[in-house]
């Protein structure tokens, strides 16, 4: 079974940059098909998915917040970080990392607990 | 960037059938996936590809998708169904690929 945890601030100010680490066990696949996202929920509110890497190297960006994102992967460190700058109030919201297992398409199998990171001065 | 819509709220009695509906011109083209959520917990996929149940998912759970509209069924609703239900689809944008989720239903039971 794969698990997968994030990490990262809980709390970030206004117009800072936020950056979040996805830990995972090993995939049992390593397919150029595998990969992993992350995506985001506000308190009470809908799921809103913004980034996702394959293990390849391909990248997908959600387009509304393209220009603030940014992810990357250490299949070393069993590792992809996600950064988002210019953070603002409306960006509170727990976030999750997940995986894409192979074949599935943009579907989320395995997901993280989810970190709630909180944007204040 | 296109939409998914959902019912905000939907109830069921115990044991009866409950349909859950997804609107969304991404659906013409890509199969949705279906996601439960219960308070605390993160999201879980019970459906994808239009009707693929991964394993741990009851066979109570169905769908099916016509035309533009994507249709989780509970047939059977049990206690522990009552959830926020997410319906999740593929869109693209040329040649690049997105994820959109719809709003969620909370599903009573």
């Known amino acids: 079974q794969i698990t997968l945890k994030e990490s990262g601030p809980a709390m970030v100010k206004p117009k800072q940059t936020l950056t979040l680490t996805c830990s995972f066990s090993?995939?049992?696949?390593?397919?150029?098909?595998?990969?992993v996202g992350w995506i985001r929920q506000p308190p009470g509110k809908a799921l809103e998915w913004l980034a996702l890497i394959y293990l390849d190297d391909e990248k997908h960006y959600n387009p509304s917040l393209k220009s603030r994102l940014s992810i990357v992967k250490d299949m070393s460190r069993h590792q992809v970080v996600l950064t988002m700058t210019d953070m603002e109030a409306v960006d509170t919201a727990t976030y999750y990392c997940a995986h894409v297992p192979s074949g599935w398409g943009f579907v989320f199998d395995s997901w993280g607990p989810g970190i709630l990171v909180t944007v204040s001065a | 960037s296109s939409e998914l819509t959902q019912d905000p709220a939907v109830s069921v009695a115990l044991g009866q059938r409950v349909t859950i509906t997804c609107q969304g011109d991404?659906?013409?083209?890509?199969?949705p996936s279906w996601y439960q959520q219960k308070p605390g917990q993160a999201p879980k996929v019970v459906l994808y590809g239009g009707n693929n149940r991964p394993s741990g998912t009851p066979g109570r759970f169905s769908g099916s998708t016509s035309g533009d509209t994507a249709s989780l069924t509970i047939t059977g609703a049990q206690a522990e169904d009552e959830a926020d239900y997410y319906c999740?689809?593929?869109?693209?944008?040329?040649?690049?690929?997105?994820?959109?989720f719809g709003g969620g239903t909370k599903l009573t039971v």
């Open positions: 991404s659906l013409r083209t890509y199969y």
């Open positions: 999740g689809s593929r869109d693209t944008s040329g040649t690049h690929g997105y994820v959109i």
């Open positions: 090993e995939f049992p696949m390593k397919t150029s098909a595998v990969g």
